[in-house]
């Protein structure tokens, strides 16, 4: 089922249209630049013929003392034949004479013609007989004696009208075809840009986790779809990963909880099979406690599992010393019995941190727990606290049997137990995936490695807050306790 969201779009067609219509933007932009430049090309050599001709008629009237007359012809002829009204006019403006009938109805400018007087040329463009006129205003040669004249030549701008329109059709329609072309080759290359998206697509929703190791290969050698390939083969193998989890969850947790319902409902059986003693329904019944215990211990630790990866534990945080919170915690272990030899290992100074002390002493008992229930008896078990590259260090080391290499990574996994530990005494395994997440939440890191003596060794990276200056009386309590590291045998 594909999801669609209710303002999606396509991309391939917004990339067409945005192209398509960039590039008419920049061609209409091209040419109309284009169009003004040549109509700026046209007045300007217009305005050079006209000086010209208004030259000639100048001298025109210096040596002949008037201007040269055209017969009477029609005005569209003469405006495509010649094109030249010339009008003289006196200082009032009015005209005197033109060279043509059709120059006695020529607009006049009273700015030109004030210009014209004070011996500036000057062009401007009017409008006359429908169509635009430019006229180029000049002064003119006293003759018999006459001042202030002006000479007027005006041209009609029908024909360059007429080529600017026909150019503006020849580049409107050129817009138009390069714009339809580039509408196509727009589509043709949106189609091409998305279609790898398209196979990465298919590719990933063939995906379907029930077959391991699916994962993107299209286009994956392409620079710009490289970190997206990699990005959705980082997800699906997070995903693999999920139901490879959510799998073992399911039966492993079926095995834990079959387990001890089993037991009890073997005990229950025994027990109404006929008439028993009164000490054998106590030891019936201790058994049956003993099995309901090891189901209250699964179901609180995925509670708190649940509550570690929900981020909904809270942190009470206080400063501690961590060599008095081992120590406790090695105390505690050792009221309950036990055959280990267990060595407390701390350093002279103080190892503070901030933590929360339930928590973390919870996971240090988890540490020390698992150390002595996976060792035989006798076995030496070192726990040690000290400062190692600025960080609080505690670290549960035995001389076990150990583990081999490739579980260590798995230890911290919900779930997770090697084979030697399928024990029915091995815990629901979710005692280290609760340790790693209480440390993480205090800003550490813990980490399974084999260890010094032989066996096993967890270590727990924690901040280190840094201690105040001593004051004198625990400057002189240091001096009086013996130097170096301190060895202790809890047991």
């Known amino acids: 089922?594909?999801?669609r969201s209710p303002t999606s779009f396509s991309l391939q067609r917004t990339l067409a249209v945005r192209f398509s219509v960039t590039m008419f933007a920049g061609l209409l932009g091209l040419a109309l630049w284009g169009y003004l430049g040549v109509r700026d090309t046209l007045i300007q050599q217009l305005d050079r013929s006209l000086e010209s001709s208004a030259q000639l008629q100048v001298d025109n009237l210096v040596?002949?003392?008037?201007?040269a007359v055209h017969g009477r012809t029609e005005l569209g002829r003469f405006i495509q034949q010649i094109n030249r009204f010339v009008a003289l006019r006196d200082s009032t403006g009015r005209i005197l004479t033109g060279n043509i009938s059709f120059a006695q109805s020529l607009p006049l400018e009273v700015a030109a013609l004030q210009q014209a007087h004070r011996g500036r040329r000057v062009?401007?463009?009017q409008q006359w007989q429908d169509h635009g006129l430019r006229s180029i205003y000049l002064p003119a040669p006293r003759i018999d004696g006459a001042a202030g004249r002006v000479v007027q030549v005006g041209a009609?701008?029908?024909?360059i009208e007429g080529s600017l329109n026909h150019v503006l059709l020849r580049m409107v329609g050129t817009v138009l075809l390069v714009s339809l072309a580039t509408a196509i080759g727009a589509g043709w290359l949106a189609a091409s840009a998305v279609r790898p998206v398209h196979r990465i697509t298919a590719q990933a929703r063939a995906i379907t986790g029930e077959v391991a190791g699916g994962r993107i290969t299209a286009h994956a050698e392409v620079s710009e779809f490289h970190g997206l390939t990699e990005v959705i083969n980082a997800m699906v193998a997070r995903l693999e990963a999920a139901a490879q989890w959510h799998r073992r969850i399911i039966r492993d947790l079926g095995h834990?909880?079959?387990t001890p319902i089993t037991a009890m409902r073997a005990g229950v059986e025994v027990a109404l099979w006929g008439e028993r003693s009164p000490d054998d329904y106590r030891r019936i019944l201790a058994s049956t406690l003993e099995e309901i215990d090891?189901?209250?211990l699964i179901c609180d630790a995925l509670v708190l599992l649940g509550r570690l990866q929900a981020g909904e534990v809270k942190l009470d945080v206080t400063e501690m010393d961590a060599r008095q919170l081992a120590r406790t915690v090695v105390t505690g272990a050792l009221e309950d019995g036990g055959r280990h030899q267990v060595v407390l290992v701390t350093s002279r100074d103080?190892?503070?941190i901030r933590a929360d002390a339930r928590l973390m002493r919870m996971i240090l008992q988890q540490l020390l727990d698992n150390a002595r229930r996976y060792t035989p008896e006798g076995s030496r078990i070192e726990f040690t606290v000290g400062v190692r590259n600025g960080e609080a260090v505690i670290t549960v080391e035995d001389n076990g049997p150990g583990l081999a290499d490739d579980v260590l990574p798995h230890l911290f996994e919900p779930f997770y137990r090697s084979d030697r530990a399928r024990a029915r005494e091995g815990g629901p395994g979710l005692g280290?995936?609760?340790?790693?997440?209480?440390?993480?939440l205090h800003g550490g890191t813990v980490a399974a490695e084999r260890s010094s003596l032989g066996g096993l060794g967890v270590t727990v990276r924690l901040p280190r807050v840094t201690p105040s200056a001593p004051t004198r009386p625990a400057i002189l309590a240091r001096a009086a306790a013996s130097s170096g590291t301190s060895r202790e045998p809890a047991g």
Not at 432 to 440: F, Q
């Open 63 to 67: 040596a002949h003392g008037s201007l």
């Open 350 to 352: 103080p190892v503070l």
């Open 256 to 258: 834990d909880l079959r």
């Open 294 to 296: 090891r189901l209250t």
């Open 432 to 440: 280290l995936t609760a340790t790693a997440s209480i440390v993480a």
């Open 1 to 3: 089922m594909r999801f």
């Open 156 to 159: 009609s701008l029908f024909p």
């Open 123 to 125: 062009f401007v463009t």
